[in-house]
T-cell receptor, first 114, second 112 residues
Framework: DVKVTQSSRYLVKRTGEKVFLECVQD?????MFWYRQDPGLGLRLIYF???????EKGDIPEGYSVSREKKERFSLILESASTNQTSMYLC?????????????FGDGTRLSIL | GQQLNQSPQSMFIQEGEDVSMNCTSS?????WLWYKQDPGEGPVLLIA?????ELTSNGRLTAQFGITRKDSFLNISASIPSDVGIYFC????????????FGTGTSLTVIP
């Protein structure tokens, strides 16, 4: 069974902290994505990666960075967390052959910034 | 960024009823996806549509890629309690660097 695993279901951090959200997939997928989900706004793409060490900005990259050192792992970094980054964060992956279509999602990390 | 308009925002229906929801935009899309999200979980891909006019089924679910390429529709027949969840559409906009844009979701409640 395919699996996208996000390291934390719930996370509480303070304003100004550096925050790391980790995502691992076991399907040998080339593409990996980070989205944030907010009520009334749907899912918005923050960054995606189509290969190790490759990254592309999505719709809302400001305040975030990413790291993809290994194929199976894609990390989202909040350099200096702010309260407006309180949200649900979802990681996804897919094979290169389906284009940038997010196929398999993790269960999300609900992040609260105090 | 682009936003897809999904309607209705929420639905409360009796078990056994059919359900229809849609996704519209002022822009032209060349791929449509439909997802379902259960409470506390990530979205699950239900159906993918790649051609204008295409009609695709997945069990009791049927989705259509609108002829104008600006909309898509999802129908659920004979609803059951496990259909409860939030349904999202997502579209691939031409000439946007291959990024999918998501709708705002339709929350479905099925009353047994």
């Amino acid at each position: 069974d395919v699996k996208v695993t996000q390291s934390s279901r719930y996370l509480v951090k303070r304003t100004g902290e550096k925050v790391f959200l980790e995502c691992v997939q076991d399907m040998d997928h080339e593409n990996m994505f980070w989205y944030r989900q907010d009520p009334g706004l749907g899912l918005r793409l923050i960054y995606f990666s189509y290969d190790v060490k490759m990254k592309e900005k999505g719709d809302i990259p400001e305040g975030y960075s990413v790291s993809r050192e290994k194929k199976e792992r894609f990390s989202l970094i909040l350099e200096s967390a702010s309260t407006n980054q309180t949200s649900m964060y979802l990681c996804a992956s897919s094979f290169l052959g389906v284009g940038n279509q997010p196929q398999h999602f993790g269960d999300g990390t609900r992040l609260s910034i105090l | 960024g682009q936003q897809l308009n999904q309607s209705p925002q929420s639905m409360f229906i009796q078990e056994g009823e059919d359900v229809s929801m849609n996704c519209t935009s002022s822009s032209i899309f060349n791929t449509w996806l439909w997802y379902k999200q259960d409470p506390g979980e990530g979205p699950v891909l239900l159906i993918a549509l790649y051609k204008a006019g295409e009609l695709t089924s997945n069990g009791r679910l049927t989705a259509q890629f609108g002829i104008t390429r600006k909309d898509s529709f999802l129908n659920i027949s004979a609803s059951i309690p496990s259909d409860v969840g939030i349904y999202f559409c997502a579209g691939l906009l031409l000439n946007t660097g291959n990024q999918f844009y998501f709708g705002t979701g339709t929350s479905l409640t099925v009353i047994p």
